[in-house]
């Protein structure tokens, strides 16, 4: 299991999306939302946003291990 | 090079922070300080409206980590002396204090350059996120391209990581 993190726009699409999944890949986790919260799956389809494991950013088709966070994150707005 | 990284939802008092970045080391010649306020007026369809209040919202432990890369970015391509940056989450109310910048350094364009540089970067990277409340209603904050673009004038390609 990873754990699932959305920040700014993406949690607002992130109602109902477990905390925790079973997944290879960040690709594979857009995929699976895909079916029941097609509204945050097309969101996480935006060129930019990237995915962040362990607060690193990374591929989306880098594997996933047990126990990794997965952060999705939409273009910041800081300062 | 010391350098302090803050993020909190309190105040921060800006001569205070001058004092601490004076009183760090012999040698200093310029503190160059820049803060940010919330901006009482923002674009509402096409015109100007009043704002309620901002909201920002932070990744915990990866903000911290990319402001500190950022500083040391800064202390690899100017002389610096210490680099305080203060970043306010939380629910802000307009023309309050957002963000502190200040560096200390011998020199007056080591200083402005490296202030510069970071909240270019902080802008751009930093997983910081603002939601704006106005005529009653919430809407995240849209990034500006225009400060994409500023990055260009420190001739590094743009990254493709944060």
């Known amino acids: 299991m990873v754990k699932l993190l959305f920040f ?8 109902g999306v477990p905390s925790q999944i079973q997944a290879s890949t960040a690709a594979d986790i857009r995929q699976q939302l895909a079916t029941e919260h097609p509204l945050l799956a097309r ?29 999705f994150l ?3 707005t800081g300062g | 090079m010391k ?13 205070e922070q001058y004092q601490l970045l004076r009183d760090l080391t012999k040698g200093i010649g310029a503190v160059v300080t820049f803060t940010g306020l919330v901006r009482e007026f923002e674009p509402s369809g096409d015109q100007q409206s009043a704002i309620d209040s901002l909201s920002i919202q932070h990744y ?14 800064a202390a690899a391509r100017w002389n610096l002396l210490g680099v305080t940056i203060i970043h306010r989450i939380g629910e802000l109310l307009p023309s309050e204090q957002i963000v502190f910048v200040g560096v200390a350094s011998q ?12 909240m270019d970067y902080l802008k751009t ?35 493709k990581d944060l």
């Not at chain 2, 020199?107 to 970071?118: E, K, L, S, T, V």
């Open chain 1, 8 to 15: 700014g726009r993406l949690s607002d699409y992130a109602n």
């Open chain 1, 43 to 71: 969101q996480l389809s935006e060129p930019q946003v990237l995915v962040a494991v362990n607060k690193q950013i990374v591929d989306w088709q880098q594997a996933l291990q047990g126990g990794d966070e997965v952060a």
């Open chain 1, 74 to 76: 939409p273009p910041v």
């Open chain 2, 3 to 15: 350098s302090t990284i803050r993020i909190q939802p309190e105040d921060f008092d800006i001569s």
């Open chain 2, 60 to 73: 915990s432990g990866m903000t911290e980590e990319l402001l500190s890369q950022i500083v040391d970015r």
């Open chain 2, 107 to 118: 020199h007056r364009n080591d200083g402005f350059m490296a202030a510069q540089f970071i």
């Open chain 2, 125 to 159: 990277q930093a997983t910081f996120w603002k939601q704006i409340s106005q005529n009653g209603r919430s809407c995240w904050v849209d990034t500006k391209v225009s400060d994409a673009q500023v990055l260009k004038r420190w001739n590094l390609p743009v990254d």
